[in-house]
């Protein structure tokens, strides 16, 4: 039985540049703001809290600070446009995290992650009687306590108890040169 799993990730053409220049491609802050523009400071705040979880299931490079997307199998990967290319990627398992792609859209839409069922509509008959919603809660300072459930919530991201959909991504800290199959452009 192998110990590897191959991966797609879309990513922009000029990333084999930094793959050439250092064998190796990792995401900078740069990257992300330039991608995300106005809406770079969410991903950054969810993006740091990624950080700090996943880097206690699987320690990142020293200088690695943000997670690569990757897709499970080359029929989920994105398709892909016009100054991207997909990397097909070999690594071993013990490098990839895989999460339900629903819980990660919860978090970067200040979203609660519900154990279950009954629990979101527990959360949804307490958001109804202060006449909010999540992202109401969350970026405001007059609902701190629900604000720190939804944030705690976060955690039932790498839970798989608690399943909210049935698309599974994953991340890895780096692409390295040598894990690189093929290039699809």
Request: glycine share 4%; hydrophobic share 35%; aromatic share 12%.
């Amino acid at each position: 039985m192998s110990d590897k799993v191959t991966v797609w990730t879309k990513q922009q053409v000029a990333v084999l540049q930094d793959i050439e220049e250092a064998n190796r491609y990792i995401v900078k802050k740069e990257y992300i703001q330039q991608k995300m523009e106005e809406y770079s400071d969410l991903y950054l705040e969810a993006y740091g809290w990624y950080f700090q979880a996943a880097s206690k299931i699987i320690t990142p490079p020293k200088d690695v600070r943000y997670p690569i997307w990757v897709s499970l199998s080359q029929e989920e990967a994105i398709n892909n446009s016009e100054g991207n290319i997909i990397l097909e990627i070999e690594i071993e398992k013990n490098l990839l995290l895989i999460v339900d792609l629903l819980k990660w859209g919860n978090i970067v839409n200040y979203l609660y992650i519900p154990k279950d069922l009954t629990d979101q509509k527990e959360h949804d008959q307490l958001l109804k009687i202060y006449g909010i919603d999540d992202c109401t809660a969350y970026m405001t300072p007059f609902y701190p306590n629900i604000k720190q459930k939804i944030q705690k919530s976060r955690e039932r991201l790498f839970d798989d108890s608690s399943v909210s959909g049935e698309e599974k991504v994953g991340t890895i800290w780096e692409i390295r040169k040598e894990w690189i199959t093929k290039i699809m452009r």
